[in-house]
């Protein structure tokens, strides 16, 4: 993906290997994508380094919980809109680290792919 961060340079491609994983590194940019801080700065006060950052935004690794928590708490001032994200982003990370939990058929396939639209649209929106 060629997108330009806010301020930076083009994200790396996604390295997901599932789409589940996809939905959440694109998820995870978008919050870094909303705030006013580069990549480095957000890895800076998360206390994690920018290689291990842009890992888990590639899709390349899968963050842990807490990873999320703490780039919630760095990119989303709003304590609210923190909450709704957060929860957006528990479903997205347990989907991620369960993707053969997801629904059979095609509802669950239809559900995930549209799950996965919302989220690349919602990156749109904000670059």
């Known amino acids: 993906m060629g997108e330009h961060r806010r301020g930076g ?8 290997q599932t789409p589940e994983g996809e939905a959440l590194a694109l998820f995870l940019r978008a919050r870094v994508d909303e705030c006013p801080l580069t990549m480095r700065a957000a890895a800076a006060r998360m206390r994690y380094s920018p290689a291990r950052v842009g890992d888990f935004l ?28 957060q929860a957006d982003a528990d479903r997205l990370l347990r989907a991620a680290r369960n993707p053969k ?18 989220v690349r649209a919602q990156q749109g929106r904000h670059l």
């Not at 340079?9 to 997901?16: D, F, I, Q, S, V």
């Not at 939990?101 to 396939?109: A, I």
């Open 101 to 118: 939990e997801r629904s059979g058929g095609d509802e669950g396939g239809h559900a995930l792919a549209g799950q996965l639209e919302r």
């Open 9 to 16: 340079r083009p994200w790396e491609p996604l390295y997901a």
């Open 58 to 85: 590639s899709g390349r690794r899968s963050p842990e919980p807490d990873f999320v928590a703490v780039l919630l708490r760095v990119t989303v001032p709003d304590p609210q809109r923190r909450r709704l994200l």
